[in-house]
């Protein structure tokens, strides 16, 4: 049996086993796409004052604001499990894991999905909508922009399942994370809500180097808005996103190979 179709049975049961509670399932759904709605009206709020932030309106925000929900709502629906993973390693669960003849990660990733995210998913796509739909009739955005944006949303989650596999690796060594989730996740991915212009020299760094959070929207739309960069970005926005994964497993890797059981 291969390993995605070993991934795709854990997946459905978890699935199956979510749904047998459909009421709970809904409201879950729509309390999610509820709470990133309200997250969005007071950005809306700041933006109908401010009309510009760092040179952005509304709209070309609601853009990266689309971008950055869609790819953490993806992330969240199908990583949930590496959000939490220190407690595996707290409590000794991860050693369950390695006794499996198949991939740990895989294992762990499709013990529990959390469907009711894509209520994030959703809500981030109708504000990409409204938004692309408005530069669309002004000219800001032409239609192959359209479409990339809407395949960089879904890419682009690899970006923060990366950022959460790196954190989740850390357990291998420190054991606890919760607290670096703030700072891994939680700060980045609200940062890249927003324009990188509006951050200092060092942040903007930061969110495009180590917690490269600004491959998900920024460096793509910026160039597809025409406020700078070049043909470059569609091509490396994908490329860093594939490159940070590939660098996040082998860390998942290495933290496997130290890993010595709880109590050791």
Do not use: C
Not at 12 to 19: F, H, Y
Not at 112 to 141: D, K, M, W, Y
Not at 171 to 186: E, K, N, S
């Amino acid at each position: 049996m291969s390993i995605l179709r070993i991934y795709a049975r854990l997946a459905v049961a978890s699935l199956r086993a979510k749904m047998q509670y459909k009421l709970d399932f809904l409201v879950n759904t729509l309390l999610w796409g509820a709470l990133t709605t309200a997250d969005f009206l007071m950005l809306a709020a700041i933006m109908l004052r401010f009309e510009r932030v760092g040179g952005w309106d509304i709209y070309e925000v609601g853009l990266l604001y689309g971008m950055a929900w869609i790819a953490t709502g993806l992330y969240r629906t199908f990583a949930s499990e590496l959000h939490n993973f220190d407690q595996y390693v707290v409590h000794g669960e991860f050693d369950a894991l390695l006794v499996r003849p198949w991939p740990t990660l895989l294992t762990l990733l499709g013990r529990n999905l959390e469907p009711h995210r894509l209520g994030a998913v959703l809500q981030g796509a109708i504000i990409l909508g409204l938004s692309a739909r408005h530069l669309l009739a002004v000219g800001t955005l032409d239609r192959f922009g359209l479409v990339y944006v809407l395949a960089s949303s879904f890419f682009g989650a690899l970006i923060p399942f990366s950022l959460s596999l790196i954190t989740a690796a850390f357990a291998f060594w420190v054991v606890r994370t919760g607290d670096l989730l703030t700072f891994t996740i939680h700060a980045p991915i609200s940062a890249s809500q927003y324009p990188l212009t509006i951050y200092p020299r060092w942040l903007k760094t930061l969110l495009l180097s180590v917690l490269p959070v600004g491959f998900i929207n920024f460096i793509p739309v910026q160039y597809l808005l025409g406020k700078g960069g070049g043909p470059w970005a569609l091509v490396f926005s994908p490329a860093v996103a594939v490159g940070f994964t590939l660098a996040a497993y082998g860390l998942w890797r290495a933290g496997e190979r130290r890993y010595q059981s709880t109590g050791s």
